[in-house]
């Protein structure tokens, strides 16, 4: 009753931002990631009659807060979709800052629906994982998948339709580039969930965001089947200001920017005017994502670094969530 899963975390090059249903977690809008290789969560779950409740540790510490319920929710519904009535002990290790806006959410979901499926002892479609993954976070339906991956946000109420999908594999193009620069590696103050509700309540321009997504996403299918980065990279920066817009007109104001996410705009600009490929990308926080070619990540990752920032992970397309049998006890 035992299994261990890997997952990576993934980016949004269209992103997700807004629920019409919070329980389900079904979003207003549909979008599309790139699986990151190297960044990356291993869950560990083992279902047993020793447990008298759920327990989980993270990175080595027992976590009972709100993150802590949130896992033993995820594995509630893990056991009510399989008909199973066991309790759980969960061990769970990124290799990344988590909570910083680095999408841990995704990987850290993606690896404990699967890992709890196979440790229950049940077998489910890659579609059905999504589902599961979804409704512990939005994000985390794409980090099922390797490659490319778009999320459909579906119309049904129950949701059966909202799943994510590969749209191209990881080896379509391998010279593709994540350049994740960490800016900060503090927890942040307010977490997506909290940051899209106050937005779709209170932002004048929420509406606004969605009459784009289409087109976007359009956009960013073809320019990945092309391989074109410039218009890659250009959906995908401009889609992500568009999304920030929406958080910085909202009620209150939410700011997830530092100085230095700011200066790495700046510097992402001045690389492309001095004739290099190189565009931004933000999520919930601070952190700055440059997307480019492998033939220029190198000094792209020194130029970041000049700025002073903590680090720099480069990352390219990566893999789907997979089975290991090194189980973390
Ligand atoms: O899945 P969550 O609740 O971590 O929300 C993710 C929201 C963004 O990262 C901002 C966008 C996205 O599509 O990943």
Redesign the pocket.
Known sequence: MKATCIANS???LV???GKRNEKLILPCNS?I?VTLDGLETTTTVEFGEKYKKDEFFFNGKKTEDKQGQKVSNHLALARKTLGKKLFARVQSQSNFPVAA?L?S??SGFASLTVAAVNALGSKLSQKELSILARQG????SRSIFGGFAEWKKGVKKNGSDSYAFQLFPKEHWPEFRVIVCIVESTEKKIK??QG?EQTVKTSPFYKDWLLTIEKDLNLARNAIRQKNMELLGMTAEVNSLK?HATMLTAKPAIVYWQPKTVELIHLVEQIRENGMQAYHTM??GPQVKIMCLEKDAQKIKKLAMETGIQKTIEARPGDAARITEKHLF
């Open positions: 993934n980016i949004a992103k997700y931002w979008s990631s806006g999408a959410s995704a976070s939005g994000s985390a997506s969930r899209m999304m999520d919930a």
